[in-house]
């Protein structure tokens, strides 16, 4: 299994500013996931990030609104750039375990933009 | 990716058996039929995985049908603590370069005392 934290939790922000959230794995890990919850709804990826390339963004969400980066195969940040109520969500990362049949999720960081 | 579809919410008591049953009609011959289990404030956590007829751990049992067509998630003797959203998943996992998951919306089990 891998162990992963989030920082921060929690946080409670103003409109137009930036919030980057860490992530990190207490293992070296190939691929790590990024994912939002909102309010009383399910997980949707926004994007893959692999060590050494560019991530992977789906449908939805692009690189301006949600800068990557993966420093290190056990260390990522995701940045939610000029924010509105709407990105008001939980943010989580996730890891592959070693057999790729599971992945591990963080604890998440709950966000609040007023 | 297969879509699936599964009751929004689930009542049962303490010690009863609780079976969820997800449909996912258009899933592929690579897919895998995966579950997990997220608690209130916590990130999801992996609970099972099966590609077909039974599958069982400490945790839970999967059962699937030869068509693949559907799958049910058995937790025996559940407890308070199973109270949770339970989401089925099915996609292809590929030894590691790209699993990606695709959530719906989950089954929200209510344990009563």
């Known amino acids: 299994s891998a162990v992963i934290s989030q920082k921060p939790s929690r946080d409670i922000c103003q409109r137009g500013t930036s919030l980057t959230i860490q992530c990190q794995v207490d293992?070296?890990?190939?691929?790590m996931f990024w994912y939002r919850q909102q309010p009383g709804q399910s997980l949707t990826l926004i994007a893959t990030?692999?060590?050494?390339?560019?991530?992977?963004?789906e449908s939805g969400f692009v690189i301006d609104k949600f800068p990557i980066s993966r420093p290190n195969l056990t260390f990522s940040t995701l940045t939610v750039s000029n924010m509105s109520p709407e990105d008001s969500s939980i943010y989580l990362c996730?890891?592959?375990?070693?057999?790729?049949?599971?992945?591990?999720f963080g604890p998440g960081t709950r966000l609040t933009v007023l | 990716l297969a879509k699936t579809t599964q009751p929004i919410s689930m009542d049962s008591y303490e010690g009863q058996e609780v079976n969820i049953t997800c449909s996912h009609n258009?899933?592929?011959?690579?897919?895998?039929i995966t579950w997990y289990q997220q608690f209130p404030s916590q990130g999801p956590r992996f609970i099972i995985q099966?590609?077909?007829t039974k599958v069982t751990n400490e945790v839970a049992s999967l059962f699937i049908p030869a068509d693949r067509k559907s799958s049910t998630l058995s937790l025996p003797r559940v407890s308070l603590s199973d109270t949770a959203v339970y989401y089925c998943?099915?996609?292809?996992?590929?030894?590691?370069?790209?699993?990606?998951?695709?959530f719906g919306k989950g089954t929200l089990l209510t344990v009563n005392p």
């Open positions: 996730s890891v592959e375990g070693l057999d790729s049949s599971e992945q591990f």
């Open positions: 293992s070296q890990v190939t691929m």
């Open positions: 990030a692999n060590q050494g390339s560019e991530a992977t963004y």
């Open positions: 258009n899933i592929a011959t690579n897919d895998y």
């Open positions: 099966g590609y077909k």
């Open positions: 998943l099915v996609g292809f996992n590929s030894g590691g370069s790209n699993y990606k998951l695709t």
